[in-house]
């Protein structure tokens, strides 16, 4: 005959072991999870007021705002507000645009040229403070400087307006990446 010995778990053992594990799981810090995770927290809303526009092409402020606004409603847990006393405020300045030819054809027409935008950003809270920062020491500049160009070809089809839109589209996109709280 053989003897068979069970070994009996209280619940009083069972509950502390759970509780390990659990902690065991999920570490001690408290992490944050999903694109949240990716900025500030404390933040919910964002003013994004008309960019101003510095050149001769004013349209570009208001493509560039709409622009910022989609990225921000889109890749953030942030509420784009109209409000201009919300958590944040992103100010932008459009300061320059140029359209340069790369090549040309053999009787000197334009081939492929590159279409270029820079901007002025600053992003705030209602405290001053400076959240958009671009270095991992920090400086006393106010505001960082972004460029974005876009090549086109006019024989393709394609034009100014169209290759300036990719690029405004592509800058917003870098401006919400800079939003981004850093590792």
């Not at 009996?8 to 999903?34: K, N």
């Not at 040229?113 to 920062?133: K, Y």
Request: overall charge negative; charged content about 25%; some cysteine.
């Amino acid at each position: 005959m053989v003897n068979s010995t069970r070994v009996r778990i209280g619940i009083g053992s069972v509950v502390p072991m759970v509780l390990l594990a659990f902690v065991l799981a999920t570490g001690c810090a408290p992490y944050r999870f999903g694109n949240a995770a990716l900025f500030p927290p404390g933040i919910q809303t964002v003013h994004v007021p008309v960019i101003r526009d510095a050149t001769f092409r004013h349209d570009l402020g208001l493509q560039l705002t709409e622009a910022l606004i989609r990225e921000i409603e889109l890749r953030t847990p942030y509420k784009v507000t109209a409000d201009p006393f919300a958590d944040t405020t992103l100010k932008c300045e459009v300061i320059g645009e140029t359209k340069r030819v790369l090549t040309e054809t053999d009787s000197d027409y334009p081939r492929a040229l590159d279409a270029a935008i820079q901007v002025r950003a600053s992003w705030t809270d209602r405290a001053g403070r400076l959240l958009l920062n671009n270095s991992i020491i920090p400086t006393d500049d106010l505001t960082i400087l972004f460029s974005q160009d876009e090549r086109f070809v006019p024989e393709a089809g394609q034009s100014v307006d169209m290759a300036m839109q990719k690029a405004i589209e592509d800058l917003a996109g870098r401006i919400v990446s800079q939003m981004e709280t850093r590792w």
